[in-house]
């Protein structure tokens, strides 16, 4: 049972069902004695004798609402989640014009990540009962995971201008906020609520990861071992201070802490998909792959049952790979197409995981350059084009100069908007993932400068797998070394035909070169851009710290460091079952044979 949900449910109880029909004061008094009876039983989260109570008071009037609604919220507390729907069904049958089970519903549908639901549910809801603050709480809560981060930041908005003492609202609403990157407002948000609800752990879990992620470890430690004098055993929490001691140069205190965490009587592990990862982040550090492997191996597995990763369907993202290159095997040599016109932007792409964020951070270090970080620009604006099915370029090959010209606008206005500070000098769009959609960069933007960053393909796909990706169509690949390593070596066949019929204007970084000769590898690039020597390329760690969001948001803060070159050799036992695929791509790439 999800904790947004027992607090709902909680604030029902208390309310009595919230039923304007049918009110318990209209009972015998027996009757109201059972409700009462349960009630109390709720709010003490003795489920069993809650149930017992209202199954009673059932008996006695079938169609009761408060007594039906009530009776599901304790099922589902007690895991019974497709009997409870089935009261909350039957309390809306018997009165339509009640918010609250529609409210549950929508919560349910929240749990299993039916997020259309979950949104027609609440709307529902609010059609009824307007000033519902757990309806707009819950209805901007799903459109966030849907993505609509204006439609959820109104919701929320309205749910703390009618409860401004409504900490949940307000924890939700400093998410939205900081997946908009607007870091400073979320950080405000996260305080309020916990300013509200002191020690409240999720609370302190949201400032705290937002602190650490933005690289301010004394201060999310200082808030840690607050939240953590009342909640020793909170999985969320020790997770976050493990993150911080590791970051700060103590992984066996890292380790024993969370080693440690299963041993502590009452222990939450509210998320421990996560603590897997980190575990292996650990294991890893201290030179014991075997265990980093099963840890990681763990936290993927667990990953796999998350509604995000079901709803992913990577299978549709490789089809799309295939389609594509279905199409370039059959398509002659193109030319160059002529130069574009000013504002050409620069692309940074490359398989995740191969260094496109590290030379990102050291571009954006230059006072002549703005670096957009992943975003979906490429993959949005193929989404307006005109037509069914998913083979862009023969949609881009149907459009007319002044569509294009319009196309092109309308690419750099997105950029532009996705980086949503101040533009100084030239745009870099840093996506590893365009890639996939060079044809779009070549059609829009003939001559742009294209940077490949190159890396050992067994580093690349080790480092994947050991990353906990938000799911999609496709980081959900990720999820075992073999389609990691599938989709590596299917993105990379692609990537050659489209090097052979685009003729693209493409330079390859190595990977290794810039960690180990960094002079050297950006004195060659800055050349070749036309840009002049800028020391600050090589002190981007020492940048005013922002909040980065990618994977690399703890790697790219530091100083230039070796320990992940080469690190796929302590893991060579791991990757040998795939080698016979990897062999070809290694030996292409101009690396040693293994």
């Known amino acids: 049972m999800s904790r947004k949900m027992r607090r709902a449910q909680e604030a029902q109880a208390r309310r009595g069902g919230g039923h304007r029909k049918g009110r318990i004061g209209d009972l015998d008094q027996h009757l109201q004695s059972l409700f009462r009876s349960g009630m109390e039983c709720q709010q003490q989260r003795d489920w069993p004798a809650a149930a017992g109570h209202y199954e009673e008071a059932l008996t006695l009037r079938p169609d009761q609402p408060a007594f039906l609604v009530n009776l599901g919220m304790v099922l589902y507390a007690m895991g019974q989640r497709e009997r409870a729907e089935g009261l909350w069904h039957r309390a809306i049958a018997v009165e339509p014009d009640q918010a609250a089970p529609f409210i549950f519903l929508g919560s349910a549908a929240l749990d299993k990540g039916h997020m259309d639901q979950a949104v027609a549910l609440n709307r529902k809801a609010l059609l009824l009962e307007p000033d519902n603050i757990l309806a707009h709480n819950n209805l901007g809560v799903a459109l966030r995971r849907m993505g609509d981060l204006d439609g959820a930041l109104r919701a929320l908005d309205r749910a703390v201008a009618l409860a401004p003492r409504h900490a949940e609202a307000w924890a939700n609403r400093g998410a939205v906020l900081q997946d908009r990157e607007d870091w400073t407002r979320a950080e405000d948000n996260y305080r309020k609520a916990l300013d509200l609800l002191p020690g409240h752990p999720g609370h302190a879990f949201n400032l705290a990861d937002l602190l650490e992620r933005g690289h301010r470890l004394d201060e999310a430690r200082a808030v840690l071992t607050r939240a953590l004098e009342r909640s020793p055993g909170h999985g969320e929490l020790q997770l976050i201070l493990a993150r911080v001691e590791r970051r700060q140069g103590d992984p066996q205190g890292a380790l024993r ?158 950029l532009r908007a996705a980086h949503g500070g101040e533009v100084k000098g030239r745009l870099v769009d840093q996506q590893p993932f365009n890639m996939v959609w060079l044809e779009l960069i070549t059609t829009l933007f003939p001559g742009a400068p294209i940077l490949f960053m190159q890396r050992h393909p067994c580093d690349v796909c080790l480092s994947c797998f050991m990353q906990d990706f938000q799911p999609n169509k496709a980081t959900a690949h990720f999820a075992t070394l073999a389609t990691t390593v599938e989709l590596y070596a299917r993105m990379m066949e692609l990537w050659w035909l489209m090097l052979d019929r685009l003729t693209p204007n493409v330079k390859i970084v190595g990977y290794e070169n810039l960690v180990t000769n960094p002079d050297q590898e950006l004195g060659w690039l800055t050349q070749y851009l036309g840009i002049g020597w800028d020391p600050a390329m090589l002190d981007f760690h020492q940048r005013p710290r922002r909040t980065i969001t990618t994977a690399s948001y703890q790697q790219v803060t530091r100083p230039l460091y070796q320990e992940s070159r080469g690190r796929w050799q302590r893991y060579a036992f791991a990757l040998e079952p795939h080698m016979d695929r990897l062999r070809p791509l290694i030996g292409r790439l101009g690396y040693p044979a293994p």
């Open 257 to 414: 802490r969370l080693e440690a965490l299963g041993r502590i009587p009452g222990a939450l592990w509210p998320i421990p998909r996560e603590i897997c990862f980190e575990l292996g982040r650990l294991y890893d550090q201290l030179d014991r792959p075997t265990e980093a492997l099963a840890a990681f191996t763990d936290g993927h597995r667990l990953q796999t049952r998350d509604w995000q990763f079901q709803s992913a369907n990577p299978g549709r993202f490789m089809g799309e790979v295939e389609m594509l290159s279905h199409y370039y095997r059959g398509l002659k040599p193109q030319p160059p197409g002529p130069p574009g016109p000013d504002q050409t932007p620069l692309f940074i792409v490359g398989f995740p995981r191969s260094g496109t964020t590290l030379l990102g951070r050291m571009l954006d270090a230059r006072s002549d350059m703005t670096v957009v970080v992943e975003s979906s620009t490429s993959a949005d604006l193929l989404a307006t084009l005109p037509g069914k099915g998913p083979l862009f370029p023969r949609k881009l090959a149907a459009l007319n100069p002044a569509a294009r010209d319009r196309l092109r606008a309308d690419y750099l206005a997105r």
